[in-house]
């Protein structure tokens, strides 16, 4: 293990910032982090084993305990559930001889939950050593039970069990015609930059991660910062249940993004960039990188991009993560890139003026800067020409749930959910969440809202829900969402989700009574209003937006008395009736009093 | 007579501690006593509460199955019930045993516990059996008032009971707000 | 002329660089907190110093004061939510405030009194958490850490040490130290260090030291924290 620890910081050049990297290696060879590594790995990087220890306790896919030599994964997220997860996981649990949560006992295997993995329309699905692995079956499940007792490694799996698709089924400005890599920087150059800049904003363009940030007006800000270290980074972690839209972008259209990065680069003056990939989509990460090294050997990247008047020096560096949805939150993002957990800072000050390592950064979805790319090359009006006044162009749609077409949908801003909606196949639809569990969810009786800024603003999660749904369902997995995926750096998220996730569970499980409903709500207005970041200001939303809508649901669960204990009384005296020896009508309790 | 308040009194899995406190208001216990009438209570030995009392006074957090009932049927038979004390709002001391499971703490006391003689865990159905965890009272009844202090001081009692008779919100000064 | 905001109708003087509790606190002005120590960088994590600033929730620890700044601090719906979140405080560990050596010297006591915290509202978690009793002089009793991380910050800031750290995440948040044993006897910790003494609550203790002053005469059984902390905050911030 020493020297392979010694090869492993080597190769990362003794950088600290590249503390997930060196773990995930780690993890990945001995399925732990054994503490002896630990000590190596702080002596060679220079930094307290409390920072590494603190990493790996934040970040889901590293563990100080040894999981199997297999780490089979199985994503937890709503539209898994719909697809039969429950059915999968027993099917898994009998077939591989392995409980959810736990190790084989010959510590070949280990099965446990892991949150949405982006493969919602082509689940119930898996991450097998960190590989995805869409559309479970009971076959596949076979198949891979006999690849695991014999043991082969799972690069030498068949290739079929890992056949992502892309299922891009509406294309409109930017996914109809590839621009040819180059083309986006070429333009840019002739026209000259700051001319491409009016261009961008001129488009319009805003954030396309749901926060709507004008993109023009950000990277004028880094630009005017004054020193030679800017920074770009493209933030594809993209974690919110419901949302594949980068995932399928970075597999077909990685050359576009990569080009609306450098063409950022160039503008704000950056010479170091970022892609920061979600651990769940390891199995892009070689293709990137190979579309990386094209990119140097046609100029695109490296020393003197395109030769061009101005000197463009650009690199672009892929950094995964390891499991934590709090890394969407672009300076979360920033902490993990410099190889710590994934906590939001303070602001101000902003990423534009103190990012990764203090120095200005831009921090842009994987969308917007393909969309960059595309606007550099067609000019700014051609992207405003489409869409709404506040929201110009077209929004990339991650369309999953009950519909006959799951898949990637291209939609113009303003158009109405109706309209998704028929183009999707969905039916009998009960209700929408858009925007994933962070956003909104509407009830069939407001088809005729719109996707845009000014009314339904999406990252690009659509989940469809139809009439043989239950909304509490959908709420209490959303809600366990958010306390499991809480960083827990400030007290109204970190206490509140927790007590959100419980007094639901009381509820959804017929204890509440009378007040119980109006605590909650109190609870939702309380995390809602004074947690530190968006996930804790968002993580009632689930509560709120279907408490507002369908109040009825919840009262319906609500008992007519004024008081019900939320823990099993009876279960409490059970140690006690054991170790006594009593089954006796004296050694039991009601959950509430009788009469 | 029958125009007096009545009060209800009891110590769940408490030291009577905050009872002993409240005895502490010394001489105004005649005051009190000009309205207000004690209905079950240790100082009154009475050990059923009458149906129609006003206020019930609850010391003491919930560790066993008869603490349950006792709770129970002051809170059906109290308008206003109040957890008074530590124990009887966050588990007090008492609660320092949910970090222990319930099995090793029976199993010291006796079965593996020095000078045991006859080891074997009580079984009379005539005890009560302990919960797996010393709770709260407002996680198994609603609670409209809250008392806190190591005990509560006499002059709390004091104020709460003379602002509630009086028609006031009850309200406690800084001064009298203590937990321990 | 000095710029100046203005707190709850007060008209507050302020420096370039201050953050609104620094110019609340340099004005006499209390704004609770747990997490703040003028003496280490503002963490904004605790969230009791929640203000509004321009009808915006800010924490005030972190919020740089601005010329024109409308604050709202001393409100009714901000001190009851500040109550809430001190009962959160309460209920995610274990506090015993009738056995704790630190009560009435203790911060998070002191604050919920401040707030008139009658109860823990919420349902309690029973976590489980050890204590660390190894070290000669020191203890650890994780049942009371409120994750305000001044004992990391006191650490690295200005004992120049590593011994503190938290990790893990969410409702699983805990106090590491910085040996390879994983118990504070092993790491360089020391009695005299500013980290051993910041503490709140009681959750870093000194050992031989608890009831030197009795129970009844400490610093929070007669006066409030608003006063004691304006009181030694004020001449931190000017020095």
Redesign the interface.
């Known amino acids: 293990m020493q020297t392979f620890i010694e090869d492993l910081i080597t190769k990362n050049n003794y950088q600290a910032t590249h503390l997930l990297a060196v773990l995930r290696a780690v993890q990945a060879q001995y399925h732990h982090i054994p503490k002896a590594a630990i000590e190596q790995i702080a002596k060679l990087l220079l930094i307290p084993r409390t920072q590494i220890i603190g990493v790996i306790e934040f970040y889901s896919f590293f563990h100080l305990t040894p999981r199997g030599q297999y780490e089979l994964l199985i994503s937890d997220s709503i539209t898994d559930h719909m697809l039969g997860k429950h059915e999968m996981t027993a099917y898994i649990e009998q077939k591989l001889n392995v409980k959810l949560g736990e190790v084989r006992t010959d510590g070949l295997v280990s099965f446990d939950n892991t949150s949405c993995t982006g493969l919602c329309d082509q689940g119930p699905a898996a991450l097998i050593n960190g590989y995805a692995l869409p559309h479970l079956t009971p076959a596949k499940i076979d198949q891979m039970a006999d690849l695991i007792n014999q043991q082969l490694p799972v690069s030498a799996w068949p290739k079929v069990l890992f056949d992502v698709k892309d299922n891009v089924i509406k294309s409109s400005l930017l996914l109809a015609h590839c621009i040819q890599p180059g083309e986006a920087l070429h333009t840019a150059f002739k026209r000259g930059l700051k001319e491409t800049l009016k261009e961008i904003d001129m488009s319009g363009l805003r954030g396309r991660g749901g926060a709507g940030f004008k993109t023009a007006t950000k990277w004028q800000y880094c630009s005017e910062e004054k020193t030679d270290e800017h920074i770009v980074v493209c933030n594809a972690d993209e974690g919110e249940p419901g949302t594949f839209k980068d995932r399928v972008l970075l597999n077909a259209y990685a050359h576009h993004v990569f080009e609306g990065m450098t063409l950022c680069a160039a503008i704000i003056g950056a010479k170091k960039g970022f892609l920061y990939l979600r651990g769940e989509y390891l199995h892009l990460y070689d293709q990137l990188n190979a579309i990386l090294a094209d990119r140097h050997k046609l100029g695109l990247l490296g020393q003197h991009i395109l030769g061009a008047d101005v000197d463009v020096d650009f690199d672009i560096e892929i950094c995964l993560g390891a499991g934590a949805y709090i890394c969407g939150e672009e300076s979360a993002l920033i902490e993990s890139l410099e190889g710590k957990m994934g906590v939001p800072r303070n602001r101000p000050p902003y990423p534009v003026t103190q990012g990764y390592l203090g120095k200005p950064t831009v921090v842009n979805n994987v969308e917007t800067f393909m969309a960059a790319a595309k606007i550099a090359v067609n000019g700014g009006e051609w992207f405003a020409a489409m869409g709404t006044e506040k929201s110009k162009g077209t929004k990339i749609l991650s369309i999953c749930g009950d519909c006959d077409n799951p898949g990637i949908y291209e939609v113009t801003f303003g158009a109405s959910i109706q309209s998704i909606l028929d183009d999707c196949g969905a039916k009998d639809v009960l209700g929408i969440q858009i925007g994933g569990p962070s956003g909104t969810f509407i009830s069939n009786t407001e088809l005729a809202r719109k996707i845009a800024f000014e009314d339904l603003a999406t990252g690009g999660s659509f989940i469809i829900f139809n009439n043989t749904r239950n909304i509490l369902d959908i709420v209490n997995n959303f809600t366990h969402f958010f306390a499991h995926e809480s960083c827990g750096f400030c007290t109204p998220c970190r206490v509140g989700t927790s007590l959100l996730k419980n007094q639901l569970d009381k509820i959804v499980n017929g204890h509440g009574s009378a007040g119980d409903v109006v605590a909650l709500e109190e609870l939702c207005q309380l995390v809602k209003t004074q947690s530190h970041c968006g996930l804790g200001q968002t993580a009632a939303n689930p509560i709120l937006t279907t408490l507002e809508r369908y109040p009825e649901l919840y009262q319906a669960q609500l008992k007519k008395i004024s008081y019900e204990p939320g823990f099993d009384l009876d279960a409490a005296l059970e140690t006690a009736r054991r170790l006594a020896n009593r089954d006796d009508a004296a050694a039991h309790l009601t959950q509430v009093e009788e009469g | 007579m029958t125009n007096k308040i009545r009060v209800a009194t009891t110590s769940l899995a408490g030291c009577f501690g905050c009872h002993m406190s409240f005895l502490d208001i010394d001489e105004r216990i005649l005051e009190l006593a000009e309205v207000v009438v004690f209905d079950r209570s240790p100082i009154t030995d009475i050990e059923h509460c009458s149906t129609d009392c006003d206020i019930g006074l609850i010391e003491g957090g919930v560790c066993n199955s008869e603490n349950v009932h006792t709770l129970r049927e002051f809170r059906k038979s109290c308008k206003i019930l109040v957890a008074v004390g530590a124990c009887a709002i966050n588990g007090g001391l008492p609660a320092m045993r949910n970090f222990i499971p319930l099995e090793e703490c029976l199993n010291e006391a006796y079965i593996n516990g020095i000078g045991v003689e006859n080891a074997q865990i009580p079984n009379d159905p005539e005890l009560p059996l302990l919960l797996d965890k010393v709770r709260p009272i407002h996680e198994v009844v609603k609670v409209d008032y809250f008392l806190p202090g190591c005990p509560p001081s006499a002059d709390v009692f004091w104020k709460f009971l003379t602002d509630l008779i009086a028609g006031r919100e009850p309200s406690l000064p800084y001064e009298l707000v203590h937990y321990d | 002329m000095a710029k100046t905001i203005m707190i709850d109708g007060l008209s507050i003087p302020f420096e370039e660089g201050q953050t609104i509790m620094q110019a609340a606190t340099d004005a006499g002005v209390y704004i609770p907190h747990l997490c703040h120590h003028p003496e280490f960088s503002?963490?904004?994590?605790?969230?009791?110093c929640?203000v509004k600033v321009n009808g915006r929730?800010c924490?005030a620890c972190?919020?740089?004061a601005m010329e024109g700044q409308e604050v709202i601090n001393n409100a009714k719906d901000l001190n009851a939510?500040r109550q809430?979140?001190t009962q959160?405080?309460?209920?995610?560990g274990?506090?015993?405030?009738?056995?704790?050596e630190k009560?009435?010297n203790c911060q998070l006591?002191a604050v919920?009194?401040?707030l008139?915290?009658?109860?823990?509202h919420?349902?309690?978690?029973?976590q489980?958490?050890e204590v660390d009793a190894s070290h000669a002089d020191l203890l650890i009793d994780h049942?009371r850490c409120?994750?305000c991380t001044l004992c990391v910050r006191a650490s690295h800031e200005h004992d120049g040490k590593?011994v503190?750290?938290?990790?893990?995440?969410?409702?699983?948040?805990h106090l590491?130290?910085?040996s390879?044993s994983g118990l504070l006897k092993d790491t360089d910790v020391s009695a005299k260090d500013k980290a051993a003494h910041i503490c709140p609550t009681g959750a870093i203790l000194i050992k031989h030291t608890a009831y030197q002053v009795p129970?009844g005469e400490r610093i929070y059984d007669?006066q409030?924290i608003d006063q004691v902390s304006l009181n030694s905050e004020q001449v931190d911030h000017d020095k």
Not at chain 3, 116 to 120: E, Y
Not at chain 3, 122 to 126: D, G, Q, R, S, V
Request: with cysteine.
């Open positions: 503002p963490h904004g994590s605790c969230k009791l929640t929730n924490s972190t919020f740089p939510d809430k979140i959160m405080l309460f209920v995610e274990n506090h015993f405030c009738p056995s704790c009560t009435g006591q919920a009194y401040h008139n915290m009658l109860d823990d919420f349902p309690l978690f029973y489980h958490r049942n409120i994750f590593e503190f750290a938290i990790s893990g995440r969410g409702i699983n948040k590491i130290v910085n390879e129970i007669h409030q």
